[in-house]
């Protein structure tokens, strides 16, 4: 990951549940965030993963703990998003920190006994990270084997670290308002994960035995990821989901009596992760307390692609799973798989559904979406590090846009057409023209 954020075009966009973008202003980011600094310094702060100490802060900000279930999603985030919510942002970079601990902790020395494990015991990891003071205690160490049949490094064994589960302190659930069950997944760095992401193929979830849902489909290199065993790792039993459902569920009953959130956050293939397992969870019935009530689910998602179809969308929503997404508008990985196959091809001129929308992917939840690029290190699009960066300084200098949205060209295209006349086969050769010029 890139240690420095690029020089960004200010601003922040969202999207509301129905899909559409709103700008939001760089000014308003700026009303609404806590000056930010590091301890100590009086110059403007860079944007590096830095412990910040708030030094001005409204007087009637109300306490998170008053609030929380608004701040993890109960109603959509309305009004959160324009202008941003300090709580909000302040949240967004607190779990935004807990996902760049999993990249600090891995262990990418092949020379290392601990070679695509943690690098730490789960009592010191967060310490050794510099963020001995998150509040938080991990739990468990999770583990997913990408299945993909291509040697392995010598010696090791297919399965990697991919993150952790983790509880707040006692003294931490008092500032939240609530135990905090929590699930932080890393991004992709090894090059069976990246093939794993490559295999962009829509397969049925099939999760819940009882009731298998054939309209649920996800890509099938997530699914694979999260429902594949190692039966030779020394460090992990089972795959990734049983591992999780297994200390999820333990969590959930050690804490019955308690007020609980389940939050899942995670970066790139990580967030697909934690989108699965919030899907997974509910899906299950698994996402309850003592009292047979249903603990909230909510997915922290950083330049995050997309998992499933239209029908995994629409369940995830009808279950309650709350999802954020945080995407730079320029991260290309936020725009797969399905670039034209998405939730915004399903209907051609608003009016005519097309016959494949069913095996469209279409992105869940609620968009917020950063604005900055870097020509000179094109790679900081999708860099974590600039993600947060930006969250906790939008005042930044303004750089010139460059090029065009090559999809809102298509959207454009598509919308001015008149489709009354149009064969099936002549519309799809003039998508295929389209793309080929746009060259994409």
Excluded at 234 to 255: A, N, W
Aim: proline content about 5%; charged content about 25%; aromatic content about 8%.
């Amino acid at each position: 990951m890139a240690s420095s954020l690029p020089a960004p075009r200010p601003g922040l966009l969202s999207h509301d549940v129905s899909g559409r973008r709103r700008r939001v202003s760089a000014k308003s980011v700026a009303a609404s965030t806590v000056a930010l600094r590091p301890a100590g310094a009086v110059a403007a702060p860079s944007v590096g993963i830095k412990q910040y100490t708030a030094v001005a802060a409204a007087p009637s900000r109300p306490a998170l703990a008053s609030m929380w279930r608004e701040i993890q999603g109960a109603d959509d985030w309305e009004d959160l998003v324009e202008p941003l919510n300090p709580l909000l942002r302040d949240e967004i970079v607190r779990y935004g920190e807990l996902v760049v601990a999993c990249y600090k902790a891995f262990d990418l020395d092949p020379a290392s006994r601990r070679y695509l494990n943690c690098k730490y015991g789960k009592r010191s990891m967060l310490r050794e990270v510099g963020m001995v003071d998150s509040g938080y205690e991990i739990t468990k160490y999770v583990y997913a084997t990408p299945d993909i049949s291509i040697p392995t490094q010598s010696g090791t064994c297919c399965s990697r670290w991919i993150g952790y589960v983790a509880v707040p302190s006692d003294e931490a659930v008092r500032r939240l308002g609530r135990r905090d069950i929590l699930v932080s997944f890393r991004g992709t760095v090894t090059n069976t994960e990246w093939i794993a992401n490559f295999m962009s193929s829509l397969t049925q979830a099939r999760l819940d035995p009882h009731d298998p849902r054939p309209d649920v489909k996800v890509e099938s290199g997530f699914l694979s990821l999260y429902t594949s065993d190692d039966s030779s790792s020394k460090f992990s039993s089972g795959s990734c989901r049983e591992q999780l459902l297994s200390e999820v569920s333990r969590l959930i009953h050690k804490y019955k009596d308690e007020e609980l959130s389940i939050t899942l956050a995670g970066h790139s293939m990580g967030s697909s992760l934690a989108l699965l397992l919030g899907y997974d969870l509910a899906e299950l019935g698994l996402n309850r307390d003592g009292l047979r009530q249903e603990v909230p689910i909510t997915v922290y998602s950083f330049g995050g692609p997309r998992v499933g179809n239209s029908g995994f969308k629409d369940r995830c929503e009808e279950l309650g799973v709350k999802v954020l997404r945080v995407v730079n508008v320029n991260d290309p990985v936020t725009k797969l798989p399905g670039v034209f196959l998405n939730e915004n091809f399903k209907v051609l001129a608003e009016r005519y559904e097309l016959p494949w929308s069913s095996s469209c992917y279409a992105h869940v939840g609620v968009e917020l979406a950063l604005d900055f690029f870097k020509m000179e290190n094109p790679v900081c699009v999708h860099d974590l590090d600039s993600y947060i960066g930006l969250l906790k300084c939008p005042k930044v200098a303004q750089v010139k846009k460059n090029g065009a949205d090559l999809l809102s060209k298509a959207r454009r295209f598509l919308s001015e057409q008149s489709f009354d006349t149009w064969r099936w086969q002549d519309a799809a050769m003039q998508v295929g023209n389209l793309v080929q010029s746009l060259r994409i």
